[in-house]
């Protein structure tokens, strides 16, 4: 996760902030990775710090960090990328907006207990 403009549409789409932020140790977010003291960006802690959400990165290496995350992935690749093509941002993105709310968001997701995914 990149914690820019995108993660606050993400908040503002899915009407709210997770407590714990996960993001990969990307430069952007993490100055210094380490297991237990980290040195996050300015820009990132002052992010999450608005939000109130806590920046713990994912180690490198270690998809497992990461599950709930990685694991939807060939599903909105098979069922929202594959076999279509928009003619320019806006489009797609109305797209998906749609996908998620018509199809994705309709299937409960059982390591979400159940929750709309």
Not at 56 to 81: F, H, Q
Request: net charge positive; glycine share 6%.
């Amino acid at each position: 996760m990149r914690l820019d403009r995108s993660a606050v549409e993400a908040f503002v789409f899915f009407g709210g902030v997770p407590r714990r932020l996960v993001p990969d140790n990307l430069r952007t977010e993490v100055a210094t990775p380490d297991l237990y003291d980290p040195k996050i960006n300015r820009s990132c802690a002052e992010l999450a710090h608005h939000y109130g959400a806590l920046v713990d990165p994912a180690r490198r290496g270690k998809p497992k960090d990461k599950p709930r995350v990685e694991r939807p992935m060939p599903y909105v690749r098979d069922s929202l990328w594959r076999g279509r093509e928009w003619t320019s941002l806006a489009q797609m993105q109305q797209a998906a907006v749609v996908w998620c709310r018509d199809v994705a968001g309709q299937w409960a997701c059982r390591p979400l207990d159940g929750a709309a995914r």
